[in-house]
């Protein structure tokens, strides 16, 4: 029998939360529906009923986590109160926080043993990763902090690449890093190299003006 649980949150956000929490702290492979299930009372017959399947829950866990992050960076970016050196520190301060939670062996773990998974990965990252970096490029250009020169678009395509090609176990452990450094520090080495200098920037605003 199921147990009670706060009327407020669905049998499906509380089997979500469940299987969020346990994939990344004991990773993918070894946990099975039925822990998932029994972590929060809830009966296997529910649980399938929910969700048929191991790779579906993977699934649907997933694409929750990025629509949580782009959700979030979405709020950054439009709010005009913001200036746009506190968005760009606020965009990569939600990639570090969301994706600090995640460790190379998750990723490991999927891209061993869930092979089609790991794609979708790559396919999630492909419908938000260069929409949301363009749409701040192309704000730091109308606000004057990004060169007029940098194309938002191929800049975008850029740090997607970087990111499919870096977020792999191999890469992790050969320069040391977590997904969550990775991702900064390819950002920061774009930012770095689109971003006018104080003086061109105060310059350009005042040719606006």
Sequence with gaps: MDQVQNPGITPEERLLNAAENTFLSAGVHRVTMDEIAASIGMSKRTVYQIIPGKEQLILRVLNRFASRIRNQVEAILDDPSISFPEKRDRYLATIANNLSKINSRLLSEI????????????????????????????????????????????????????ISGLMTQPQMERFGSSPSEIAVRIARLIFEGIQLDPQESDQRTLRST
């Design 111 to 162: 891209q061993r043993f869930f092979p089609a998974i790991f794609k979708e990965i790559d396919a999630i990252r492909a419908r938000n990763l260069p929409q949301l970096m363009g749409k701040l490029i192309r704000q730091g250009q109308q606000t004057g902090f990004i060169k007029e020169d940098a194309d938002p678009e191929f800049i975008s395509a850029v740090f997607l690449a970087s």
